[in-house]
């Protein structure tokens, strides 16, 4: 009871509770009611509408269509309309003074719950209701566009639960996809007005609303509008060009809009760059895309200072409040924009693509190019930019220097286009060009280090993959840049150990020079690494005892090569150098030490049995002491254990020598004839034993008796350990004067008489003579001391005489095989077998087979694409054969070039020897301490063999941006011979050392010329008189030509590119330069330094011996040209060529040079002088003009007096040269530009038209030079210059035509005959059934009925078609015959079509009927036809 009397209570007071706050509530909805008596208010009330002072939203009691209806149905019905528009206007005005109710009237109105046709419960706000009705629309517009100005930045704003309102952005909204706009054009000047009095973000708000309020009709006003303010606002950019993107304009409208853009483009902000490249990009038309992709390249630059070419001081503030990660994303940014440019546009892509190819200069090249051609590579157009990069890195444009640019200030942009990176970087290095191939290999390296170990992970295991394809240039190439990343990257590689490993799969594959380099680099991998490279230790002992312990030649030296590999590794010490006397920077551990010892001990004893691989091991040991990084423990432990039997091995006492021998032999070239120990080399009777011992079998030769063939390893081996223990060679010393047993030279001169054996013996001796000169030389070039340097020059000459004596016996041996002198570079021995064969073929007596086994072994220099080198050489040999043709009649002397493989190599620190000495014989050098009687200078003969080896190595180790390609071919193997020593320099240490000698290459190009110049002036100006072809003038010859062989390989080398090295340059600049001039380097920059260098060089034009010569004179200029930012070099440079084609190059018998290397020499000059003259038009004009009429009246030895080197025989030279660079010269003519001036456009005319009076000139010449080649050139280079004609030129001619119209009149007309003469040339050419000439006629004759129709089209764009009538031609050869074939007419009748241009202003209609009638007769009555 008492319960439910508490219910009812608390029941009674809650409904007393309820009732109080219901009147409340409607007390509150009455206070939140707008309304005043006003036409607004009443009118909206009337409609259907409630109002609410600002605290909730309007409410709206019926549909917003039905309430609009309404709306407009009161105020027309009013009394006092059109007057209650504007009092309703005044109404609105007033309602939303109050922030808070114009903030709700801009938000959705609510439905009344009442109304129950309404379409949901939010309709639209007031404002779009209100300007959704057509009466009261445009002044409720201006009314609410009038109120934007009210609002200035960061003030009377409003905060609605606690967010910040932007009430201007919430007005534009409104305005957005209307129904309907009555007067739109009224609203876009209004809005555009607004624009010019509010603040800049309600700017921004108005512009992005644009495109969505007008219509099309008004788009191109308000595009004209957006466009002046673009260029007036830079801040405006973003939402000026998001409007421009959406609006539909005219073409012509949208070029001016993008004109304008582009010249804002070098001032816009940093974070609005990607809109604007996009919005370029994105708008351009394949007509004009060139000119815009080329205009954004120029300013946009993936420097320090992105992105732009040029600043300003505003820029330059923005830039500087960005961190790093938003430049980084705006990079990224900027990059997606292209890339979405590239991906959905042809003409973008194929605009890049020219856009960087046009750049010529390599210094005008960006990081922007790298990365917009890894986009283009990433959108499926590879083929066209792997082609694009190989032809920048052979001109020397892309640098390693841009590389490491783009990955060092760009990484996180570039691993966005890492599988690009990579897979672009795998195609290069597969390269057979070594320029290419080092980008590549600089691709991966920049790569491995600026990314993270996903990436690493990726490059090693691509590296590895190449060894499996079995070409040795990309193998090489793999395994230089694992072995760099090794070398300077040890512990980001050791994880990547394993994968390495697996190479060794491969062991079979691979030659001994990469077998050395892998085991080094995997050795250095297992016991250097602190990062787990351990792991792979026990692998490498394991295989490296069972290759030892193999009896198979090839197995055992992979077992030598990697036992000293790891031997170098665990002894390694990292703080000594080639100083003995520094200290180590910590004993080596006991367990270490014992290791290391026997490992040494293993290879010794298993190699005992083998001399080839006793002589590797002692080469390779020698290797590792003289780099000076190995524990002074092991050295001691090897000068003592390995080096101590050199002497009881091969060296005699005189007094005790034995004289037994089957070869009568003699003590020959004893420098030491005071000397109180008297010792020798006895070669002979060493020799004499290895070759009985090698006839017996491998069981029962001990290898107790010595082989001669270990006899320059092992003093090599002695000389490196003594110059480490010692630090100098004071106890070895007497070798370099003592004697040596050779056979007699009276046995030398019967070697016919003798039997194969003596014949061997005699061979072998020498070989090993010269063997050991060169080891001699090698130990004791640097020696300081004048007694030692005098013998060091007296070996020079007993090395060159030796040579002499050896070329007589195997002239007369011609089965005899060389030992062997390096041990790393055959894999079996039976690869001798070609190197005997050139040899054998040669002593046979071939002349013809042997000048071309000459002139394929001379070309062992590929890579450094000195072609003018293989006519010096032969000239040397011509020069040496000359004197033993006329004195006896034996056969001639084989080329020693052939025998390269089987000599020692020299080391680069030989060549100190240039120092001294003169080149002529009149030079003494008495200031060495000798005797007075002895004369002690580098002669002639000596200077060549230095320079030739010299040269060779430099072409090894110096790779330049022009290098010619490496072969894939297999007989290429032996390309690294001789130089094992040298690939353990790096090309930086090379050139500094070149840099050392130029002072004496200097001097002794000097003395060549001063030759030269003595013989011209003797001859009173006579270049080639007298003494000219003398042995001695041809010695020099080549010596002049090897030393500019010098100089051109080491100032092309690519390393020059780089920042690091240009100091260098610099420095062997200025020692060029110091022969003319006394000038301080640091008083002169870089470019007058390059200019006096340049003019050294040049003045040795006037005493050039041979054309050889001259083009590599020229190439040296080119070379310094090309570091010149200055045409003036190159000027110069066409010059000095000019007077090479206008010169008399005469032969050793007094005729004109001809043949295959004169005619690619004559080709190499004249290209040049057309490539770099002032005028080549002018140039090519002069040539067909004054050089060539002397031809057409000569007899079969006529030449030209304008130009001695145009001859009959040459023409075909001259004629392709001239043809080739005409087109290239043509596709420099641009097309003509729309903003471009009048002047340069008949500027370009005047070009087009002297181009085609040559075309004219060269299809005519085909007349009287109708040779097979010739009629080819003609054929295709004919083509490609209407093509280009087609694609640049007729552009030219629509433009022109009105204002020029004689002119084009005329071009047309010399075309046309030209075009003509081409046609007659297919038939021609079907008469002569030459495929190849055959295969160019339907590519022509479809550009020749191209280029009717383009001509057609060209006078119907200028009104002028009635000029143009159309005929057919017959079918011709070359001296106008008809060729009468019935079958070829019919098929040329549609083909071959012409046109005739009668241009004239007082044409009739009659004569238009004419040539209609014309064109029916010609169809139907083929004798009627038009020819021309």
Same mark, same amino acid.
């Given at each position: ?62 549909? *917003? ?54 379409? =949901? ?223 959905? *546009? ?374 490196? =350990? ?527 038209? *002297? ?178």
């Amino acid at each position: 009871m008492v319960a439910d009397k508490m219910s009812k209570t608390k029941r009674k007071l809650s409904d007393q509770e309820e009732r109080k706050t219901g009147k409340k509530r409607k007390s509150s909805e009455n206070e939140e009611k707008y309304y005043k008596d006003n036409v607004f208010c009443q009118v909206l009330k009337k409609a259907g509408l409630t109002l609410k002072t600002g605290k909730s939203q309007n409410v709206l009691e019926v549909d *917003q269509a039905v309430f609009q209806r309404n709306l407009q149905i009161a105020v027309k019905r009013s009394d006092n309309f059109p007057l209650v528009l504007d009092e309703f206007v005044e109404g609105f005005q007033e309602y939303i003074e109050d922030q808070h109710r114009f903030h709700y009237s801009l938000l959705p109105t609510q439905t009344s719950n009442k109304c129950e046709s309404a379409r =949901c419960s939010s309709q639209d706000s007031l404002v779009r209701l209100l300007i959704g009705v057509d009466i009261l629309q445009s002044k409720m517009m201006m009314c609410l566009l009038e109120k934007l100005a009210e609002f200035m930045e960061n003030e009377d704003c409003i905060v609605e639960h606690g967010e910040k309102v932007n009430l201007p952005r919430l007005l534009m909204s409104q305005f957005r996809w209307l129904d309907r706009i009555l007067d739109c054009k009224e609203l876009a000047d209004k809005m555009l007005e607004m624009i010019t009095i509010v603040s800049v973000d309600i700017q921004r708000e108005i512009i992005t609303c644009l495109p969505e309020v007008v219509e099309d009709s008004e788009h191109s006003h308000v595009a004209t509008s957006l466009r002046d303010l673009l260029v007036e606002k830079s801040s405006l950019t973003v939402p000026i060009l998001d409007a421009l993107s959406n609006l539909n304009l005219n073409p012509e409208l949208l070029m001016e809009v993008r004109g304008s853009v582009l010249q804002t483009l070098s001032t816009v902000e940093m974070e609005n760059l990607p809109v604007v490249i996009r919005f370029l990009l994105q708008s351009v038309t394949p007509a004009d895309a060139q000119e815009v992709v080329t205009e954004i390249r120029q300013n946009l630059d993936f420097t320090s200072s992105f992105p732009l070419a040029t600043s300003t001081p505003h820029e330059t503030i923005n830039r500087r409040n960005l961190s790093g990660d938003e430049t980084r994303g705006v990079e990224s940014l900027t990059l997606d924009a292209i890339k979405s440019g590239i991906r959905f *546009q042809k003409s973008v892509a194929e605009a890049w693509i020219k856009a960087i190819d046009s750049v010529k200069q390599p210094s005008d090249h960006k990081v922007i190019d790298l990365f917009i051609l890894l986009i283009l590579y990433s959108t499926d157009r590879k083929k066209p930019v792997e082609s694009l990069i190989r032809n920048k890195i052979r001109s020397g444009a892309f640098t390693e220097v841009l590389l490491q640019e783009a990955f060092r200030e760009r990484a996180q942009v570039m691993r966005d286009y890492f599988p690009a990176i990579l897979s672009l970087a795998e195609v290069l290095l597969r390269s057979p060009e070594p320029a290419i191939t080092f980008f590549a290999a600089s691709m991966y390296k920049n790569g491995f280090v600026a990314f993270d170990t996903y990436c690493q992970q990726e490059i090693v295991g691509n590296l590895v993959t190449h060894f499996g394809s079995g070409f040795e240039g990309e193998t090489d190439s793999s395994l230089d840049i694992l072995y760099q990343l090794v070398d300077k990257h040890l512990d980001k590689m050791a994880p990547f150990a394993i994968f390495v490993k697996v190479v060794l799969d491969y062991l079979d594959n691979l030659s001994v020079l990469q077998i050395r380099k892998l085991y080094s680099l995997l050795s250095t991998l297992a016991f250097r690494s602190t990062q787990g490279g351990n792991m792979i230790q026990d692998d490498l002992h394991i295989i490296i005892r069972k290759q030892l312990s193999n009896d198979n030649p090839k197995y055992k030296r992979m077992g030598i090569i990697g036992a000293v590999m790891v031997v170098k590794s665990i002894a390694y010490n990292q703080n000594r150098d080639n100083e003995p006397s520094q200290a180590p920077a910590g004993p080596m551990t006991e367990s270490l030490y014992k290791q290391v010892i026997n490992l040494l001990k293993l290879v010794k004893t298993s190699s005992s049995r083998m001399s080839e691989a006793t002589a590797l091991f002692l080469d390779e040991l020698a290797n590792v002491v003289g780099n000076g990084h190995l524990d002074a423990k092991v050295e001691k432990w090897i000068t003592e254990n390995v080096t101590t039997d050199f002497q009881d091995h091969y060296v005699v006492d005189m007094k005790e020598a034995a004289s037994e021998s089957l070869v009568a032999q003699d003590v020959r070239f004893d420098l030491d004839d005071d000397s109180e120990v008297a010792i020798g080399i006895p070669l002979v009777v060493l020799t004499e034993k290895s070759i009985k011992d090698k006839k017996k079998t491998q069981n029962q030769h001990t290898g107790e008796s010595p082989d001669p063939v270990c006899l320059s390893p092992h003093f090599r081996l002695l000389r490196m =350990c003594e110059q480490r223990q010692n630090g100098n060679l004071d106890e070895i010393d007497a070798v370099l004067g003592c004697p040596i047993f050779l056979p007699k030279s009276e046995v030398i001169d019967k070697i016919e008489s003798l039997s194969t054996k003596e014949k061997d013996i005699i061979c072998t001796a020498l070989f090993h003579a010269l063997n050991w000169f060169r080891e001699i030389i090698n130990a004791f070039a640097t020696q300081i001391d004048p007694e030692m340097k005098g013998k060091v020059i007296t070996r020079l000459h007993n090395i060159t005489e030796v040579t002499k004596s050896l070329e007589k016996c195997l002239s007369s041996h011609s089965q005899f095989r060389p030992p062997p002198a390096t041990f790393d570079w055959y894999e079996n021995p039976l690869l001798n077998a070609p190197v005997n064969t050139n040899a054998e073929g040669k002593k046979k007596g071939r002349k013809p087979a042997k000048k071309k086994k000459g002139d394929k072994e001379n070309i062992r220099d590929e890579d450094s694409d000195e072609n003018s080198k293989d006519s010096s050489q032969l000239d040397t040999q011509n020069e040496t054969q000359i004197p033993e043709k006329s004195e006896t009649n034996e056969k001639p002397s084989v080329d020693m070039a052939n025998y390269i493989p089987f000599f020692r190599e020299l080391d680069i620190s030989v060549f100190t020897i240039l120092h001294t000495g003169l080149i002529t014989k009149s030079s003494l050098d008495t200031e060495l301490n000798t005797k007075g009687t002895t004369e002690l200078s580098i002669q002639p003969p000596q200077l060549e063999f230095l320079l030739d080896d010299f040269t060779r190595k430099l072409s090894h180790a110096l790779i330049s941006s022009t290098s010619k390609r490496k072969s894939f071919l297999k007989t290429k193997a032996d390309k690294n011979v001789g130089f094992s020593h040298l690939d353990q320099c790096t090309p930086k240490f090379i050139a500094k050392k070149v840099i050392k000698l130029l002072p004496a290459l200097c001097e002794h190009l000097e003395s060549s010329s001063g030759f030269f110049q003595t013989l011209i002036v003797e001859n009173d100006g006579l270049i080639d008189g007298p003494g000219s072809n003398t042995p001695e003038a041809h010695t020099v010859g080549s010596c002049f030509c090897l030393l500019l062989q010098a100089l051109q390989t080491l100032f092309a080398w690519n390393g020059f590119l780089m920042v690091e090295n240009k100091s260098l340059l610099k420095e062997g600049l200025t020692t060029l330069m110091s022969r003319i001039k006394t000038v301080g380097s640091t008083q002169l920059s870089f470019t007058e330094v390059l200019k006096s260098s340049f003019q050294y060089i040049e003045n040795f034009a006037g005493t050039v011996p041979k054309l050889g010569t001259a083009v590599m004179l020229i190439k040296v200029m080119l070379t310094l040209a090309e570091k010149s930012d200055s045409k003036e070099t190159s000027r110069k440079t066409a010059t000095v060529a000019q007077t090479f084609l206008k010169r008399e190059w005469l032969d050793a018998e007094g005729q004109r040079e001809k043949g295959a290397k004169h005619n690619e020499n004559l080709h190499y000059l004249l290209r040049i002088y057309l490539c770099h003259c002032e005028d080549f038009l002018g140039a090519a004009e002069e040539i067909t003009t004054k050089g060539v009429p002397d031809l057409l009246e000569g007899d079969k030895n006529g030449f030209s007096e304008a130009y001695p080197t145009l001859t009959k025989a040459t023409f075909s030279v001259y004629y392709k040269t001239m043809f080739t660079e005409l087109i290239t010269c043509i596709k420099g003519i641009q097309p003509a530009k729309q903003r471009e001036d009048k002047d340069a456009k008949l500027d370009k005319l005047l070009r087009w038209n *002297q181009a085609v009076r040559i075309l004219h000139i060269m299809v005519n010449l085909i007349k009287a030079f109708d040779g097979r080649g010739n009629l080819g050139t003609a054929l295709k280079c004919g083509r490609q210059f209407i093509e280009i004609f087609l694609r640049q030129g007729m552009p030219l001619l629509d433009t022109m035509f009105r204002s020029n119209r004689e002119d084009v009149q005329g071009l047309l007309k010399n075309l046309q005959v030209s075009t003509r003469v081409l046609h007659h040339m297919c038939g021609h050419s079907k008469i002569m059934k030459d495929i190849a000439l055959t295969n160019q006629v339907p590519f022509l004759k479809k550009c020749l009925e191209a280029f009717v129709y383009r001509v057609k089209a060209m006078l119907t764009v200028n009104r002028c078609l009635e000029a143009f009538w159309l005929g057919n031609l017959k079918n011709r050869d070359l001296h106008g015959e008809e060729i009468l074939s019935q079958a070829s007419t019919v098929a040329d009748t549609t083909a071959g079509a012409e046109e005739e241009e009668e241009e004239g202003e007082g044409e009739s209609d009659g004569e238009e009927s004419d040539v209609e009638l014309d064109n029916q007769s010609n169809a139907s009555d083929e004798s009627q036809s038009i020819q021309y």
